[in-house]
């Protein structure tokens, strides 16, 4: 199986870890990359809409490009990226969609609502949590969206994926705050063009067990300082 190297592995992982961050909140609902350099539209392309989130509501689809956010216009899923890193808290954004195959170039305008994730849970880009805002301004986070597997065999059933351009890296968390009572093990899908947390997650009560439950032959990566305290390891499978 052919797979990233090492080095662009590690920055994916990096890159999805400060999604995790205080720093870095990107919940939009979807998960997206770069279209294409042949692509007759140039933008930030949705890879999946998760279920039940208010992007799903609004009607966007997979490979619908966003080309602009807020009036910022954007040729890539970096520029997305890094719009959504400056935002906090809980608000809506001005979206606007292209979608190939239609027939017609012309954006829809849509609003979907953004929202950023506790740091100390797995949950990734905001998109497993419900949040509400009273009228002080405090924020109150509700887990939604995880799915209980027992083999990574399920989990990995969770996201499809390019078994020759992507790699299949293990997370292994140490009592989440979504998951206060047990260590959770979540797989990432990485590649050149996209980075997405299954929503699957396996538990164990001890760290052994934790490993047992990984694919055979998976491999310890470096551990890297920037992580949230919780993620104790990272694993690549074969």
Not at 54 to 60: F, K, S, T
Not at 96 to 101: E, H, K, L, N, S
Not at 232 to 238: D, F, G, K, L
């Amino acid at each position: 199986m052919k797979h990233p190297s090492l080095a662009c592995v590690l920055w994916l992982f990096a890159a999805t870890a400060a999604a995790q961050s205080p720093q870095a909140r990107m919940g939009l609902g979807f998960s997206y990359g770069t279209t294409r350099a042949d692509a007759p539209i140039q933008g930030a392309q949705i890879i999946e809409v998760y279920p039940g989130a208010q992007a799903a509501a609004a009607g966007i689809l997979a490979n619908d490009v966003v080309t602009a956010i807020d009036g910022h216009s954007l040729d890539n899923g970096a520029v997305l990226a890094a719009y959504l890193l400056n935002l906090h808290g809980t608000r809506r954004v001005v979206l606007q969609i292209v979608r190939p195959g239609s027939g017609s170039t012309t954006p829809m305008t849509v609003a979907v609502l953004f929202s950023d994730t506790p740091p100390d849970s797995v949950a990734p880009n905001g998109v497993h949590w419900h949040v509400s805002v009273d009228a002080d301004h405090n924020r109150t986070y509700t887990p939604d969206r995880s799915v209980d597997v027992a083999t990574w065999q399920e989990a990995m059933a969770l996201v499809p994926r390019d078994k020759v351009h992507e790699s299949s890296l293990w997370s292994l968390y140490d009592h989440p705050r979504d998951h206060p009572t047990s260590y959770v093990i979540r797989e990432t899908v990485a590649g050149g063009a996209r980075t997405v947390i299954s929503p699957g997650a396996l538990y164990a009560n001890t760290v052994t067990e934790a490993h047992s439950k990984l694919p055979p032959g998976s491999t310890l990566l470096p551990k890297d300082p920037g992580n949230p305290k919780n993620l104790i390891e990272v694993w690549i499978a074969p």
